[in-house]
């Protein structure tokens, strides 16, 4: 039962100093996410909602109908299929907040109420189960929870958007079941229950939802677990990153959870250990997590085979970031974004931020084509028609991926809530933590920010209603940006600019007030730790948030991106181009083109050092694989 609803998800959370703005408070009007929303709008969501309703390609709604009784039949898909329809039904919703369309009303209206016939009396809600006539929670490596825990965070977005009980009242009864059943031991595949407890208590205020999430934490490690599903330890013993990039993330962000609600220090030692793990030697210059496709555990040891654990999809050990073969599952980089967006949450530090959009322009919207139809699994930093092993999930980006779909619902609902991410609020004022054209409302200020943002630095933003007494908006610096200057109404801040943090702006402001941000957005040569072996003289080029590759259909015919060096010394000039009908800035520079060398049946052979300079013209990582199958490199060779 409702105790009472929330609107505002985390403005209780007493351990967090930034919260995020209402659903529906941010309006996109031009520029890269108004364009970005549009294709989600017109095109993402409304093939999602088809695909998942058409049971010869795709059998997830229909089992949820064969469980309620509506249908005949065998449940057919993955045991995650469910999870896969509540972050379809999230992103509709995310949709119907931004837009308040009656038709996505009506559509999630109906699928509701096939969800909640097909719920048990009990609150049991797992199709496979249900039509299979299998136990409940029978199998620890089944996905029961990682659906129940979607269902949640669908059903507390359902209702932040439209003021209805229907799915809230479902995963109540869903979690509920869960608290009985997990009394000894955790179900812990891919937990995303951990955010769904404590987005259900935030909505409801129902303090058996912490309870049971705090108790869920504290069962990890108390039985046999594995490196994979990140419990072979108790959670507060955690040294280091092993496992399944999604899951640990999801952990991780579930734990910054609980930790806002609880101030429990033990937990955010362990997420600071893990984060430091993370970003300083095991993610990649996109943000991508997860360098391995299959491996075995970092705290496998070769002279006692007993502890060597199989590892998939799994963050590899310190420095081990292959290109061609780099997993970077779509959903473990969603993961990243959801648990940095947390711990800016949790401590205002703007570094958090920097990941956040580091993965959201890069390894989270190379999930997706640019016209919205066509989705990747994994995310790999390079790509050659000549690499000698098939892997799963190659081939290019597909409309349904069959073996795994559920990187396609998860990239869209991210994208069709990108406006979330915009901004927080936190007891000094405004936060502005990301940038790009639209309108912020709140109770206590409204204002306009006009950019071209990622593509240019200039950002303006103007203030339409504010507070009578001093107020204070905040302005995050990347730690990219090493030059910006602001003006308000013309007048230049007389105050220190620091990259990698907010800048701090408190006064009384009036209705017509003007912000200028310029961030100084050079392109830039990236290199990489030299224990990053496959990175070793190699260079990659960043421009803002944006990281760039080389791309073959963008060379000339006889021309390989394996016989390209890139000079330090070459300036970079912004072209803008079209990949479909999308406009991207390219960055067109002086490289070295190496005399072709063939390899064919040959391991080694002496260099050939004979090269000619030539232009290329490198495209932002998200856009590459659009215009049909081609070679790609992140990293390219230096040439001093």
């Known amino acids: 039962m409702v105790l009472f609803i929330s609107l505002n998800v985390a403005a209780q959370s007493p351990y967090a100093k930034l919260h995020p703005v209402d659903a529906g408070a941010v309006q996109w009007t031009s520029g890269f996410w108004a364009d970005r929303f549009s294709v989600c709008k017109n095109t993402m969501v409304p093939q999602l909602w088809a695909t998942y309703h058409d049971p010869q390609l795709c059998h997830s709604y229909r089992n949820f109908e064969i469980a309620a009784g509506l249908d005949t039949g065998h449940f057919v898909g993955p045991s995650f299929h469910d999870g896969d329809f509540y972050k379809t039904l999230e992103a509709v919703a995310a949709m119907y907040a931004g837009t308040k369309d009656p038709l996505l009303d009506k559509m999630m209206d109906t699928a509701i109420a096939v969800i909640a016939k097909a719920q048990r009396p009990d609150g049991y809600i797992y199709t496979k189960a249900i039509i299979e006539g299998k136990g409940k929670f029978d199998d620890k490596l089944s996905f029961e929870s990682y659906n129940f825990g979607h269902l949640m965070t669908a059903a507390c977005v359902h209702y932040r958007a439209t003021g209805k009980t229907s799915l809230l009242t479902v995963a109540e009864k869903a979690a509920d079941f869960l608290d009985a059943a997990a009394t000894t ?151 990243n974004m959801l648990w940095n967006r947390r711990m800016l949450e949790l401590t205002g530090d ?78 000094d004022g405004l936060y502005v933590d990301l940038y790009g054209g639209n309108t912020l409302d709140t109770k206590d200020i409204r204002i306009t920010q006009t950019t071209d943002y990622p ?152 260099l050939n050092n004979n090269s000619k300079p030539i232009i290329i013209k490198l495209i932002p990582y998200f856009a590459w694989a659009n215009r049909g199958k081609s070679d790609m490199s992140v990293w390219l060779p230096l040439a001093r």
């Open 185 to 335: 031991t955790t179900p812990a595949v891919c937990p995303s229950h951990y955010m769904g407890l404590i987005d259900l208590y935030r909505t409801t205020g129902n303090q058996k939802y912490l309870a049971l999430a705090e108790r869920l934490i504290d069962l990890r490690g108390k039985t046999a677990g594995t490196d994979d599903n990140s419990d072979r330890v108790a959670f507060r013993r955690m040294q280091r990153v092993a496992g399944h990039a999604v899951r640990a993330n999801y952990l991780f962000a579930g734990a910054a959870d609980l930790y806002a609600e609880t101030g429990d220090s033990s937990l955010l030692n362990t997420l600071d250990r893990m984060w430091v793990d993370v970003t300083d030697r095991k993610m990649y210059v996109t943000g991508g997590c997860g360098a391995l496709y299959d491996g075995v555990s970092v705290d496998g040891i070769s002279y006692n085979p007993d502890t060597v654990q199989k590892v998939h999809q799994a963050y590899g050990r310190n420095y081990q970031l292959p290109n061609l073969s780099a997993h970077n599952e779509t959903c473990a980089n969603i993961g």
């Open 350 to 427: 703007a570094k958090y931020a920097d990941v956040v959009e580091l993965a959201l322009y890069n390894s989270v919207l190379s999930g997706v084509s640019l016209d919205g139809t066509s989705f990747f699994y994994t995310n790999p930093l390079a790509a050659s028609a000549d690499y000698p092993y098939t892997l799963r999930w190659a081939g290019g980006r597909q409309p349904y991926i069959a073996l795994s779909n559920c990187c396609p619902p998860n990239v869209v609902r991210t994208i069709a809530e990108v406006s979330g991410y915009m901004y927080s609020i936190g007891a």
């Open 455 to 606: 593509w240019d630095g200039r950002i303006n933003i103007a203030v339409e209603k504010a507070p009578a007494s001093s107020y204070g908006i905040h302005l995050r610096i990347p730690g990219w940006c090493k030059k910006a200057r602001l003006t308000i109404n013309d007048k230049p801040l007389n105050q220190e600019i620091a990259a990698g943090a907010y800048l701090h702006i408190s006064r009384k402001w009036k209705p017509g007030d003007k912000i200028s941000l310029v961030l100084d957005m050079p392109a830039t040569l990236i290199a990489a730790n030299p224990l990053v072996e496959e990175c070793k003289n190699q260079v990659a080029l960043k421009k803002g948030p944006l990281v760039y590759c080389l791309e073959s259909t963008d060379l000339a015919p006889g021309q390989t991106i394996a016989d390209i060096t890139v000079p330090a010394k070459t300036i970079w000039q912004p072209k803008p181009m079209k990949i479909g009908n999308e406009e991207v800035i390219a960055l067109q520079g002086i490289a070295h083109l190496q005399q072709q060398q063939q390899w064919y049946n040959t391991l080694y052979q002496e």
